[in-house]
T-cell receptor, first 111, second 114 residues
Framework: RKEVEQDPGPFNVPEGATVAFNCTYS??????FFWYRQDCRKEPKLLMSVYSSGNEDGRFTAQLNRASQYISLLIRDSKLSDSATYLCVVNDAGGGNKLTFGTGTQLKVEL | EAGVTQFPSHSVIEKGQTVTLRCDPISGHDNLYWYRRVMGKEIKFLLH????????ESGMPNNRFLAERTGGTYSTLKVQPAELEDSGVYFC????????????FGNGTRLTVT
């Protein structure tokens, strides 16, 4: 079983749609959680951290359920520029930024 | 502020040859990481430097890989001798001193071993 599991997609959605990605992680001792965005042939870039209370940044909302070891990302009013691969990332217990990545979910926003 | 820079951006070498990848972290970042993505797989941790010291090298695949960070500034990752399965994208990232400071990734070096 992979340490961080994501549906690879692709998710093809029309502009303006709301889309949700899910992710599960296996290490119950994991301490911190993130969503990264990676454009084709580019480096991963931090999109947002994920907190137990849920957090929002503009059109993006992230949720964490520690009991179920489940992380989600909701994108509202999707734009063409949101097209990318979204990586679910977990920081192992012990910190030090030893990140464990999911394989990513590909999103394509279309006209 | 200059970001994390990596050189070269692409490298094509033959099996058995040696390649050295270089990473220049963001100035002042003590923490430097190497990650790798092989075709079709997720990005995986290789190792972590704090200044010039190896904090965690548990992700290094085998002894054909040697990472150094002399003087605690830039880092090199040498693969000798390269094998076909070493092909992939090698990312370097740096972070500040605070616990859980966000990682800033470089553009990566795409390595192809033929």
């Amino acid at each position: 079983r992979k340490e961080v599991e994501q549906d690879p997609g692709p998710f093809n959605v029309p502009e303006g749609a709301t889309v949700a990605f899910n992710c599960t992680y296996s290490n119950s001792a994991s301490q911190s959680f993130f969503w990264y965005r990676q454009d084709c042939r580019k480096e991963p870039k931090l999109l947002m951290s994920v907190y137990s209370s849920g957090n929002e940044d503009g059109r993006f909302t992230a949720q964490l359920n520690r009991a179920s070891q489940y992380i989600s990302l909701l994108i509202r009013d999707s734009k063409l520029s949101d097209s990318a691969t979204y990586l679910c990332v977990v920081n192992d217990a012990g910190g030090g930024n030893k990140l464990t990545f999911g394989t990513g979910t590909q999103l394509k926003v279309e006209l | 502020e200059a970001g994390v820079t990596q050189f070269p951006s692409h490298s094509v070498i033959e099996k058995g040859q040696t390649v050295t990848l270089r990473c220049d972290p963001i100035s002042g970042h003590d923490n430097l990481y190497w990650y790798r993505r092989v075709m079709g797989k997720e990005i995986k941790f290789l190792l972590h430097f704090v200044k010039e010291s190896k904090q965690d090298e548990s992700g290094m695949p085998n002894n054909r890989f040697l990472a150094e960070r002399t003087g605690g500034t830039y880092s090199t990752l040498k693969v000798q001798p390269a094998e076909l399965e070493d092909s992939g994208v090698y990312f370097c990232a740096s972070a500040g001193q605070l616990y859980n400071s966000p990682l800033h990734f470089g553009n990566g070096t795409r390595l192809t071993v033929t």
